[in-house]
C-alpha cells in the first residue's frame, strides 16, 4: 500500500431533512468539524477529494465546483468521483492513495447530499440501462427481487428471514436512537417492523432507509504528519473494492462476488484471517435490512446462508460476538454521497474512542463497507488503532 495512512479528523453534520442551511453550508458544517476535529487549518491540506451520488441529483452538474470555498479547496488540487452508494468508500480509497503514493501529505474527503432539494428518487434511476432495466423499478424493487433470489437460493424460510431483518431493523433504531447526528432516532419494536406497510414484498416500511441531507468529512495524513499532529490516529490496515456486471441479472446476488472479493483483500492487507473474531465493530452499508443479512455473509462474518441464524441468535446484536451498525446505520441516515464515509468515520472514531453514546468499549479494529453503482461495486476500508 506504500506509505501508513492515518485518519486524523473527522467530521458529520446533523442529518436529516436540512431545509434550515444551503447547500454549500451543509458541507462547510462537516468540513469545519473535522478540522476542528484534527486540529489543523485549511492551509495544511495537500488537497481535496470530492464525492455525491450522480452529480445531478440536487439538479447541479459539477457541484464540486460550487462547494470548493465550503471545502477551503480554493487554490488545492481537487478530485472529483462518483460511484452512487459506495461514493464514500471510493472518495476515501482515491484519498488515501494519494497519501500513500506520495503525491500528498494530508488530504481532505468530502461526502454529501441534499437529497430534499432535488428529486432524488427520479436521478437514481438515470443510472439504470434505459430499455431493460429501468422498466424494473427502482431500489426498492431491486432490492427486494434481491431478498427473494438470496432467501430461494439458500432455501431459507420466509418466517426465518423476516424475523432476522427485524431484529437488525429493531437494532439499528435503537442505536440510531442514541447517535444525536442521525436522521431517524426513533425505538421500534419487533412487532412493529414486522408488521409495517409493506413497500415491495417482502420489504417492509421499516426495513428501508431514509432519503436524507447530510455531510461527512475524512482527514488522511502520512504516517510522518499523523503522528505529529494526532495523539491517536485511525490507522488504515486495508482496502478492497470490486465491481461486476453492470446488467442485475448477469451475476448472482445472493452469492455478491464484488462484496466477498473486495472484502477479501481488504483483509489480506490488515492481516485479518477471522474477521468475526477479530473485529470489534463492523459499519455495514445496510440500505435495506436484508441487504445486512447478504452482506454478513458475503463480508465473511458468518458462513454463505446462515445469517439469520446468526442474527437471530444476537451474534451481530448489542453485546454480541460482534456488533454491528452501532451508529444506527444507512437504515437510519442516508445522505448517499456521504454514506459510505460516514461508515468509516464511524469506524475511526469507534477505534479511537471518540464515538461517544454508541462507543464500543476497547473497541481496536473495525470494518466499514459501502455498496453502489447499479448494485455492482463494493468497497471495504479496515481501521485500527495500531499502526
Not at 315 to 338: H, K, M, Q, R, W
Amino acid at each position: 500500500m506504500g506509505r501508513a495512512v492515518g485518519i486524523i479528523g473527522t467530521g458529520q453534520t446533523k442529518h436529516g431533512r436540512r431545509d434550515d442551511v444551503s447547500y454549500p453550508d451543509l458541507v462547510r458544517e462537516a468540513v469545519n468539524a473535522a478540522f476542528e476535529d484534527a486540529g489543523i487549518t485549511p492551509e495544511d491540506i495537500d488537497g481535496v477529494v470530492f464525492g455525491s451520488m450522480p452529480s445531478m441529483m440536487e439538479g447541479m452538474a459539477y457541484n464540486h465546483f460550487y462547494f470548493a470555498d465550503a471545502m477551503r479547496a480554493v487554490g488545492k488540487p481537487i478530485l472529483r468521483a462518483e460511484t452512487c452508494g459506495s461514493t464514500g468508500q471510493s472518495i476515501a480509497h482515491t484519498g488515501v492513495h494519494w497519501v500513500s503514493s506520495g503525491m500528498a501529505d494530508i488530504v481532505l474527503v468530502v461526502g454529501s447530499e441534499k437529497q430534499h432539494e432535488g428529486d432524488a428518487q427520479a436521478t437514481m434511476m438515470t443510472i439504470l440501462e434505459p430499455f431493460l432495466q429501468l422498466s424494473a423499478g427502482g431500489a426498492p424493487v431491486a432490492f427486494s427481487m434481491q431478498s427473494r433470489e438470496w432467501m430461494g437460493y439458500y432455501h431459507i424460510a420466509e418466517e426465518k428471514a423476516r424475523e432476522a431483518a427485524a431484529i437488525i431493523s429493531v437494532d439499528c433504531h435503537n442505536a440510531g436512537a442514541n447517535n444525536p447526528l442521525a436522521h431517524i432516532r426513533k425505538r421500534f419494536t419487533k412487532e412493529e417492523v414486522m408488521n409495517a406497510p409493506i413497500i415491495t414484498y417482502p420489504v417492509r416500511l421499516l426495513d428501508v432507509c431514509p432519503s436524507s441531507d447530510g455531510a461527512c468529512a475524512v482527514i488522511f495524513a502520512s504516517e510522518e504528519k499523523a503522528k505529529k499532529i494526532c495523539e491517536t490516529p485511525a490507522w488504515v490496515k486495508g482496502m478492497g473494492f470490486r465491481g461486476e456486471e453492470y446488467f442485475i441479472g448477469d451475476s448472482s446476488k445472493a452469492v455478491w462476488q464484488s462484496a466477498i472479493e473486495a472484502s477479501r483483500e481488504a483483509y489480506k492487507q490488515a492481516g485479518i484471517t477471522n474477521p468475526r473474531k477479530e473485529l470489534d465493530v463492523a459499519e455495514i452499508y445496510n440500505p435495506f435490512s436484508y441487504q445486512e443479512l447478504m452482506f454478513l455473509e458475503c463480508l465473511g462474518l458468518c458462513p454463505l446462508g446462515k445469517a439469520a441464524d446468526y442474527v437471530i441468535d444476537g451474534v451481530f446484536s448489542p453485546g454480541g460476538e460482534l456488533s454491528c451498525d452501532p451508529s444506527g446505520g444507512v437504515l437510519c441516515t442516508n445522505p448517499i454521497g456521504a454514506t459510505g464515509l460516514i461508515r468509516l468515520a464511524e469506524a475511526a472514531m469507534q477505534v479511537t474512542g471518540k464515538a461517544g453514546s454508541r462507543q464500543i468499549e476497547g473497541a481496536k479494529l473495525a470494518l466499514s463497507h459501502a455498496m453502489g453503482g447499479a448494485e455492482q461495486f463494493n468497497g471495504v476500508t479496515i481501521v485500527g488503532s495500531e499502526l
